[in-house]
């Protein structure tokens, strides 16, 4: 065998060891992870947070939208909810067992947060000093050992958590899933009969596009703010004196069923503000002027076809 070959076959053993010990890794121990709940986030249909100072919140998944139930029933904002679910999938970085007298040390006696994901309720205590991260417990998992084990996971949660009401609500201001049947606002009326709209009073300028494009407009409409309550900050000849959009819509209920409901929006303008009271709900949607200009008025449909 030349001296080039042998160079080469040595070669070769070399970097067969070598593969094998980085596949086995001889010496070192392997990583094993703890999570906080074997539950994944596509498992949890329903939430329940009680919030210290803050009261409580409970959710629902249904047709694969997630709604408030408590304490109002409107559509929930599904940015806030994936954040919530995702404590399903939160890191436990370190576990250790404490008594019952020591639950108080890490604030878990009186958690500031309790979650309920499905029937599986969790604690949130104070913050580690050292670490920054927030002490947890799965109070079933400890029902089901006999023992406290606390966990320390990711802060970021607690603030969600935590977070104002208003966070909780969609910006959209219709429902997922839900068709329109009618609008009314000023003097003008649009209806659909047998899939083709039609406004009252009739207005041969107003093409079917427009039409379309309008309707397209409200399924896609999202505020930039939205607050509950704010009623309560609304004098009496303001409301007198707003203009209002009634929105006719289905919903539905089931896979073969539909429910018929109304939604009535003021438009209150404020300064330069702009903001969509639905009356039955007491909860404003602030809008820009150029988009409640997009929900009330035809805007022409330029035709991009080349002759």
């Known amino acids: ?14 970097v067969i060891a070598l593969s094998l010990i980085a596949w086995y890794q001889p010496g070192l121990k392997k990583i094993e992870l703890h999570y906080l709940t074997p539950l994944t986030a596509d498992e949890i249909h329903t939430i329940v947070i009680e919030r210290e100072t803050l009261g409580s919140i409970k959710l629902s998944k249904q047709n694969n939208n997630w709604f408030l139930q408590e304490p109002y029933q409107l559509p929930a904002n599904e940015q806030r909810i994936n954040t919530i679910t995702a404590l399903a999938d939160k890191r436990s970085y370190t576990q250790f067992e404490v008594s019952d007298s020591d639950l108080s040390r890490y604030q878990l006696d009186k958690p500031a947060v309790s979650v309920w994901l499905n029937h599986h309720q969790f604690v949130l205590g104070k913050t580690d000093p050292i670490k920054k991260q927030r002490y947890a417990m799965n109070l079933n998992a400890n029902q089901t050992t006999g023992k406290n084990t606390v966990h320390l ?63 397209q407009f409200w399924k896609q409409a999202q505020a930039s703010k939205v607050k509950s309550n704010v009623s309560l900050s609304i004098d009496n000849e303001t409301l007198s004196q707003s203009k209002s959009i009634i929105i006719t819509l289905a919903l539905p209920v089931n896979e073969k069923e539909t429910k018929i409901e109304k939604i009535q929006y003021l438009i209150i303008q404020d300064n330069a503000q702009i903001k969509l009271l639905r009356t039955d709900k007491q909860i404003a949607y602030w809008l820009n002027p150029r988009i409640l200009k997009l929900l009330t008025e035809f805007i022409p449909v330029q035709n991009n076809k080349s002759r």
């Open 153 to 215: 996971i990711s802060g970021v949660i607690f603030y969600q958590l935590r977070s104002a009401l208003d966070s909780f609500i969609s910006p959209a201001l219709l429902p997922p899933q839900a068709t329109i049947k009618s609008i009314s606002w000023l003097d003008k009326t649009l209806t659909i009969e047998k899939g083709v709209w039609h406004l009252t009073p009739e207005a041969p300028e107003v093409s079917s596009d427009s039409i379309a494009q309008l309707i």
């Open 1 to 14: 065998m030349s001296r080039e070959a042998r160079s080469n076959l040595i070669l070769f053993a070399i």
